[in-house]
Each structure stands twice: as C-alpha cells, then as structure tokens.
C-alpha cells in the first residue's frame, strides 16, 4: 500500500471522528445549555448583501473563511479580496475555497500567487477525472462566509459582480445572514471540507486555459512576466478602496427585511457529511427531502434549476394528491443560463400540471438564481441548494433551515415578488408555449427542441 493511500485513508478516519465529536457536543449541550437568541435576517437586497460582507470581513478579529462556486477578478471580487488582504495584515486568519473546474475559479494565477504570498490561504476542489464528460461532474457548490465563527452568510451569491446588481446580465439571488452557535457549526463543516483529501492548493504555474481566460476580466495578467503581473495586481488590488461600491440594487422598492431573534434550537446548519456517501443520514440532500415530505398544508419552492429527481417527484405528487398546495417557480428559457437543464424541466411541465402542482417561470432577460423553500408557512430554507439530481447525489451544497413563523413570513413575501416576475403555466397553453412567450431567436428555439428530444438519455447528469 502506497503511503499516499494510508494518508487519504487516515484523513478520512480523522474527518469521521471529527464529526461525530461535533454531533455529539450538539447533543448533549443542548440538554444542557439554555437556547441562544439568534440574529437571522434575510438579504434580498443586492447592495445590504454586499454591504454586509465587506463590514464583518473589516471587522473581523481572528478568523475569515470563504467558500464560493465561482470567483471572479471583477471589481465586486477585488474589493472582497482587497478587504481579506487588510484583514490578514490585522493578524486574521483568512482561509478561501473554491471549485476548480474552468470558469468557476476565474482568478488569475498571478492573482492567486499575490494572494498566497500575503498570507491569504486558497484551496479549491479539483475536477473529478473519473468523470468524462464535464456535465454532471461534482462539483463544490458551497457558498459561505464565516467570520470569528461567530457570523454567517449564506445562500446563492457568488463572487461575481452579476450577483451584486452589475454586469451585462444581472442575477436575483438571495442570502440569509446569522449569528451565534449556527456559525459555529457551518465554521466545523468549512474546517473538515478544507482538509478533505480531495481539496487542495491550485496549480499556480500551469498555462492557463482557454476556457477560464475568456471568462477573465484580467487576461492579460496570465501572459506578463510574474513579476511585472504581480505589481499590477498590488496597484489593481489597492485602487479597490477608492471606487464607489460594487453593488446596485436591481429591484430598488425591495423591502429591507427586519432581523428576527430566533432561538438557536430553531435553526440548522444542513451540509454534506464530508468522508461520507452524498444521501448519507443527516447530510443535506435526505434532510431537505424529509422536510418537503413533512408538508401539512403547502411547499414553496423557488430554484433556478428545475431537475426533478424520481425522489422529489414521488414526494410531490403524494403531497399534491393529500391535498398539499405546491408550488414551483424556475427559470424559463430565455432567463436561464442552462438551456439543456431547461430542456429537461420542459419535459416534466405536462404531469406536474396535471398533478394539481402550480409551475410558473421566471420572465425577462435577468436570471432567477436564488433557492428558497417554505413549508407550512412556518420552516423556510435558504441556501446553496438546487433542486436537481446533481445537488441530491454529487454536488456539495448548504443551507439554512429556519423553523419559525415570522422568518418563513420574509420568505414567502421574497417568494410571491419574484413570482410577480412570472408566467404561471397553464396545462392547456403548454403547446408551442416558448415560441409564443420567449424573446429568443428561432435558432435558440429549434435548439430547445432538439435538447428536449436528447433530455431522457442525458438526466443523470442534470
């Protein structure tokens, strides 16, 4: 046996332990500890969002971590970065990872190279060569920033400046922000993913390829002498301070949501259990699926991708047969930005319809990229979360679940203003629904047919 294998096995056995330690801490310190009051508060609006980030990274006194499926080297990503730069000359611990498949992790080497010698760790999850074709390959997927173990946020955003309200092509996404003994467990979950014998330091000196340059706001880095690249990422970097901030709110009238104070006992911290299976007991996929089986009364459901697993649809179509109020809002095909998961989603309108499930599709050139659920008017989720067969058996993914009234209540008014952005579908109408209602070319519609045609052979990999 290889020394590498005993490593890779012994790291595992470590994350295993580790795990069960932090369960069972939870366990019995919550027969004898009283609940904390929580802060959560929902950010639909891009510029708090923003806002909000840059304040608990500038106040942070021990420790940043960040995880984020895609990293840019736009403006809204160098402020992000300038701020965890100042943050490390304070002493503070900064740790970033990442997914490393081409245009996730658009940071340029030269960037990442300035970055790892200020003090500033990165890791990112390398692609999964088993795999031969990239679509449906795992991916981390996580979104997170932790500070102090004390503060989280969490949800759809990543550090692309489309999710702050900039760019060609704005993204409505939503966040939720909380603090105390939550942040603490998602701070576990971001140790025992940073030393998962999968994740491990980018490849720095590597030619950079063709597929992540394009996606670059800085190219032009990769192909300078390194020294003379890095001072232009220093003076890129602290010209960050002077610009106005990177962020707009997209829908100004948004309502700024109050924060709730919520006992600690209500609120949970889902992830996957790293070293384990991905439908693991307790991992976030099960758990999610449980609590949309519980539904009494209703399920709200937003997500940007809509690929139904046998599991959900099973579950759905029992709670809608007991008399349960579903409903789905999703992309439609000229807002999303997956056109072959769209086309998947098309297939399955016609049952869900007739099922009794209310389906309505996002309208309009920006794209709906938040994952929200309510169930019962009284649990809300917000996360990382897609609901497709991808985030169910490979993707890494988190989320907050909220078990309270009030928070569920800012949930379901985020739900019902994006739901008036949509067409609710209608069973009778599904006949050549795209031509009629989408702004795209006939090109892109004659794609979509084909896409459909091909979806069966391809859901494993939606």
């Known amino acids: ?72 080297d736009d403006n809204a990503s160098g402020r992000v970065l300038a701020s965890l730069l100042h943050a490390t000359e304070r002493g503070v611990c ?58 989280l946020i969490t949800g759809g955003r990543n550090l692309k400046q489309e999710y702050f309200g900039i760019g060609n092509r704005k993204i409505t996404d939503c966040d939720v922000y909380a603090n105390g003994p939550i942040a603490r467990i998602a701070s576990s979950y971001f140790n025992n993913r940073w030393h998962d014998p999968n994740c491990g330091q980018p490849d720095l000196h590597r030619e950079e390829s063709s597929k992540t340059s394009k996606h670059q706001h800085h190219p032009e880095w990769n192909l300078l002498p390194r020294i003379q690249s890095l001072e232009q990422v220093a003076k890129w970097l602290e010209s960050q301070f002077s610009l106005p901030l990177p962020a707009v709110d997209i829908c100004p009238s948004t309502m700024n949501h109050l924060p709730r104070e919520i006992d600690d006992d209500k ?31 209703s399920i709200e459901i937003v997500t940007p991708y809509f690929a139904i697993s046998n599991n959900l649809k099973s579950i759905l179509l029992d709670a809608s047969r007991r008399g349960v109020r579903v409903r789905i809002l999703t992309n439609s095909f000229e807002s999303t930005d997956h056109s072959t998961v769209h086309a998947g989603f098309a297939n399955e309108r016609r049952w869900m319809l007739r099922a009794g499930i209310e389906v309505f599709e996002f309208r309009g050139r920006n794209m709906l990229h938040a994952k929200l659920m309510v169930i019962d008017n009284s649990t809300a989720m917000v996360g990382s979360y ?26 379901t008014l985020e739900i019902a203003t994006l739901r008036a952005h949509a067409t609710k579908m209608e069973l009778e109408k599904l006949f050549g629904y795209e031509r009629r209602n989408s702004n795209v070319p006939d090109s892109e519609l004659r794609k979509l047919r084909r896409l459909r045609m091909a979806a069966p052979f391809l859901e494993r990999y939606l």
Not at 25 to 31: I, R, V
Not at 36 to 46: G, N, P, Q, Y
Not at 47 to 64: F, G, H, K, P, T
Request: overall charge neutral; some cysteine; aromatic content about 6%.
């Open 1 to 72: 046996m290889s020394r590498i294998w005993i490593q890779s096995q012994l790291s595992q056995i470590r994350l295993v332990l580790q795990t069960v330690l932090l369960t069972t801490t939870m366990f019995f310190g919550s027969l004898c500890t009283p609940s904390f009051a929580a802060t959560v508060k929902l950010l639909r609006s891009e510029v708090q969002a923003y806002s909000m980030r840059i304040e608990l990274i500038e106040n942070a006194q021990r420790s940043v971590d960040v995880a984020s499926y895609e990293i840019d």
């Open 94 to 151: 900064v740790r970033i990872l990442t997914d490393g498949h081409a245009g996730n992790n658009n940071m340029p080497k030269p960037l990442m190279q300035f970055l790892i010698e200020h003090g500033i760790s990165i890791r990112e999850r390398p692609v999964d060569v088993r795999y031969q074709l990239e679509l449906g390959r795992p991916r981390l997927h996580d979104k997170l920033l932790i500070v102090d173990g004390e503060h």
């Open 267 to 297: 609120i949970r911290f889902l992830s996957d259990i790293v070293g384990f299976p991905k439908r693991a007991e307790g991992s976030i996929a099960p758990e999610i699926l449980k609590l949309v089986q519980s539904a009494r009364t």
């Open 386 to 411: 897609n609901f497709d067969r991808l985030a169910e058996s490979r993707n890494s993914d988190v989320a907050l679940i909220v078990f309270n009234s009030c928070f569920a209540s800012d949930v």
